[in-house]
């Protein structure tokens, strides 16, 4: 997907979890249009959110991954 619409469909978006979740993966398969991404435009919350119950706490989107 193109970073402008990865961008706005981020911001539209109003699941926390769903958001961060795809930032994550995003930073983890190593996609080049994660660093054109304005996180600072996107609502990611502060609370933790779980993914996946006794997993590893992921302190950059601060959930809980395998």
């Not at 978006?13 to 190593?30: D, H, P, Q, T, V």
């Not at 994660?34 to 435009?41: A, V, W």
């Not at 502060?46 to 959930?63: C, H, P, Y």
């Amino acid at each position: 997907m193109r970073p402008t619409l990865t961008q706005t469909l981020l911001e539209q978006c109003n699941s926390i979890k769903a958001k961060r979740l795809c930032l994550y993966l995003a930073r983890e398969s190593g996609h080049r249009r994660l660093s054109r991404i304005k996180l600072d435009n996107i609502q990611l919350g502060s609370a933790k959110r779980e993914i996946v119950k006794n997993g590893m706490l992921d302190k950059e989107f601060n959930i809980t991954v395998p």
